[in-house]
């Protein structure tokens, strides 16, 4: 059987048996460079079963991270948000991580590794899966990178992995400070640029209709048609627009010099078929 560790900060829950916690109390010893190992935490560990959370099903991901967060091992290691408390005040400072098309079955939300000691910068990361089998999926891919994690973290000299990319339905990357104080809040999942052709054609309608882009096209009577037309490039959810409900972002390039390209932005509302933000954008392609 598979041993794993972890860290995690509750919500207002005494110490379960099905609860993994680091154990950093093991002392430390001097490396071979002349510098202070990090304490460890045990490599030999029966995995226990999935605490289910009380969220249960959920169309927004802040209920689970309010259930549960988890601290990458070097931040445990500073004892950062490590407080009672502490997911309940960060899952209340988000802005609303709202499903797409699919209520949530769960999610694993973990305060990562910036990889600097002392830590300037961290990063929330949110992980919403539909459901259980790719939740189950998820909780595999984690316990399989903090194994990764714990072969490696030995000394503070010593560079560890963090836990990037993890399987996901969704996948959020949000600025988060060592005292908790929320930043950025961004989408990460590589589907977010695969737009279904209906949705792209209904988009692409809305600006085309719209009195922003009828003046845009008007005042660029010079601009090159190898520029192409409008294009709906992805997927924007709420955190990022503070708008109500998913958007969908089409372009309208203006100029490209080979290395970078600007136009304007609009977000497309497709439930209810309007134009909710008209900005500009900048692209360097390689």
């Given at each position: ?9 509750r ?9 993994l ?8 010893s ?15 560990r ?5 605490v ?6 959920s ?19 500073q004892?950062?948000?490590?407080e009672?408390?502490a997911?309940?005040?960060v899952?209340?400072a ?16 973990i305060v ?12 929330l990361r ?25 072969e490696?973290?030995?000394y ?8 990037d990319?993890?399987a ?5 990357e949000?600025?988060l ?29 809305l ?10 096209v008007a005042s660029?009577?010079?601009?090159p048609t190898y ?15 503070d ?5 969908l ?10 290395r970078?390209?600007?136009?304007r ?22």
């Open positions: 059987m598979r041993s794993s560790a972890r860290s995690t900060v919500r207002r829950r005494s110490p379960s048996p099905d609860t916690t680091l154990d950093w109390s093991q002392s430390a001097s490396s071979r460079h002349g510098g202070d190992a990090l304490p460890s935490a045990p490599r030999s029966t995995r226990h079963p999935r289910l959370s009380d969220a249960k099903v169309s927004d991901l802040r209920p689970f991270v309010a259930e549960e967060i988890r601290l990458h091992p070097r931040v445990a290691y004892g950062l948000l490590s009672e408390g997911a309940t005040r899952a209340a988000l802005p609303p991580l709202q499903r797409f098309r699919h209520d949530y079955a769960g999610a694993i939300s990562d590794w910036d990889h600097r000691l002392p830590s300037s910068n961290l990063v949110v992980y919403g899966y539909y459901g259980e089998d790719t939740l189950d999926a998820g909780h595999e891919a984690f316990d399989d990178r903090l194994e990764q994690i714990a490696r973290d030995k503070p000299e010593f560079d560890v992995p963090d836990f990319g993890l996901a339905d969704e996948a959020y949000i600025e400070s060592p005292t908790g104080q929320i930043g950025r809040c961004r989408l990460t999942s590589a589907w977010r640029r695969t737009v279904a052709s209906r949705d792209a054609t209904s988009a692409v309608t600006v085309q209709g719209s009195d922003e882009y009828q003046k845009l660029s009577p010079s601009r520029l192409g037309d409008l294009e709906a490039v992805s997927w924007t959810p709420p955190c990022e627009t708008h109500l409900r998913w958007t972002d089409v372009w309208y390039l203006l100029a490209f010099d080979g970078i390209g600007s136009g932005s609009f977000l497309a509302d497709l439930e209810t078929k309007q134009i909710v933000s008209v900005r500009d954008f900048s692209v360097r392609t390689g």
